[in-house]
């Protein structure tokens, strides 16, 4: 076929459809066949957002095929999915937050403090992974140092040298101060001088994060596991993706313009940007706060009326 697919639904063909159908002629999947590999996968519990895209990329292969006359239509399409675990929460609250924050700098090195800090700015764990010398750009903005971070290239276990982003609207810059851009400062400095130590060619394309003791680029599973060294010393669970929907949730409850915060994530939609939100207390205090004067009349003839 010549569908064209991102790196993760490779692994959904890789790791789901191919080995039950790789070696299936197209025209040869029946509807019973297929219907029997989902409810399997629900009896094997896997989640359900797990089989909902597996079954979106076995369902873009039929369409093409269907497209280039291979066969004449798609006798998979509307397949039943009636099951699958529920997904795991996706989000942690102010408290939390403020809690994995506070220990972070008693169980990490300050190398992999920069991991954990550049984490909350939002960004996939790939495109974190994929940061080089050449995302970082220094410059003076209104008498203040400012940093510009480019994110353009994304690592992942597919692709470890690096590859294309989820999609256009990911490649973006974002601008940091402050304590972030030393940092970032920091970071590239400690980078540089592994480099250096272990006898590795460095160019403004090598990447940030290295394995202190080879100077080889660091495994795309580092992230979660700064991340796991963080959360078991707080007793939270947390993930690169819970970080990027904490990002997302605290910026519009905190009044950011929700374009902006599409932008700065990478987002293609607002509707993607609002998915990733949720509910917490502070935006639901805003939104009470906002509503407060005209939901209860304080005056000594209003309760004499009740």
Known sequence: MATSYHYSEKNYWNNQLKPVFGNQKINEITRQSYQNFIDQMIK?????????????????LMNDAARNDVIVKNKLSGISIDGGKSPSSKTITEKQYNQLMAVAPSVLSKYQYC??????????????????????????WNDEEVCAIQVKKGRTNAEPDGGDLKNNSSYRTIYVRGEMLNICHYAITYSQNIYSKTHRNINDESFLFVNEKTGMPMGVQQANKVLNKVGEAAGIHITPHIFRHYFATMALTNGQ???????????SSLQMTQSY??????GALNVFNGMAPTLLVDSDDEHQSL
């Open 44 to 60: 094997d519990g896997y989640a359900k957002n797990t089989i909902i895209t597996t079954n979106s990329v076995m369902q873009i």
């Open 115 to 140: 991991m954990l800090a550049l984490l909350t700015l939002g960004e996939r764990r790939e495109e974190l992974m994929g940061l080089q010398f050449s995302s970082f750009k220094f410059s003076q």
């Open 257 to 267: 313009v929700a374009t902006d915060v599409m932008h700065w994530l990478g987002h």
């Open 277 to 282: 939100t949720r509910e917490n207390v502070r």
